[in-house]
């Protein structure tokens, strides 16, 4: 079972509207969540790095939200534009141990559609 | 600074042949993975070094495929013999650190693999 889950898979809206994607994870004990978007054809971007001791942080229009308790976090995008228009992807780091390295967990993405 | 760079960015070749992708990280970056990304399966490491040590390639599919990381500023990715569902687009990425730390991942734009 994939230790990460977003939702929505997809989701269409329209240009100036705000939008909220969710990620909820299961992996523990844990070390940072990232936020990644990736463009049709490129390679993911970062676009928000957070430790389970932050529960906010934004990048422009990018709002990211961590509540470490429940293991869910949410990216909100505001007067969502036509370049905003790609993949989403939820990534879960865990600590290193002896055991583990922190391997980075990834969701399967949301798709997000502009249209104008 | 030129980001993660692969070569090619894309490859085209018959089943049972050899083929070789290429990543340069990015200067002073001490980890760099190699993933592979598919509609059905997603993002899916591949292999990760850390100071050009092989740290976990228990995502490498098979014998087929191998890594190599022969200094810090280059990477190659082989397959041989090549087979139709090796069919991916294939990423490269590097971070300053380890994934438990704070750094964020750095990806190139990927090679588009089709074996035909």
């Known amino acids: 079972k994939n230790q990460v889950e977003q939702s929505p898979q997809s989701l269409i809206i329209l240009e100036g509207k705000n939008c909220t994607l969710q990620?909820?994870?299961?992996?523990?004990?844990?070390?940072?969540l990232r936020w990644y978007k990736q463009d049709t054809g490129r390679g993911p971007v970062s676009l928000t790095i957070m430790t389970f001791s932050e529960n906010t942080k934004s990048n422009g229009r990018y709002t990211a939200t961590l509540d470490a308790d429940t293991k869910q976090s949410s990216l909100h995008i505001t007067a969502s534009q036509l370049s905003d228009s790609a993949s989403y992807i939820c990534v879960v780091s865990g600590t290193m141990t002896t055991d583990s390295w922190g391997k980075l967990q990834f969701g399967a993405g949301t798709q997000v559609v502009v249209t104008p | 600074d030129a980001g993660v760079i692969q070569s090619p960015r894309h490859e085209v070749t018959e089943m049972g042949q050899e083929v070789t992708l290429r990543c340069k990280p990015i200067?002073?970056?001490?980890?760099l993975f190699w993933y592979r990304q598919t509609m059905m399966r997603g993002l899916e490491l591949l292999i990760y070094?850390?100071?050009?040590?092989?740290?976990?390639d228990s995502g490498m599919p098979e014998d087929r495929f191998s890594a190599k990381m022969p200094n810090a500023s280059f990477s190659t990715l082989k397959i041989q013999p090549s087979e139709p569902r090796d069919s991916a687009v294939y990423f490269c990425a590097s971070t300053q650190e380890g994934p438990a730390y704070n750094s964020p991942l750095h990806f190139g734009n990927g090679t588009r693999l089709t074996v035909t």
């Open positions: 200067s002073g970056h001490n980890s």
């Open positions: 070094f850390n100071n050009n040590v092989p740290i976990d």
């Open positions: 990620c909820n994870y299961t992996v523990s004990p844990f070390s940072n």
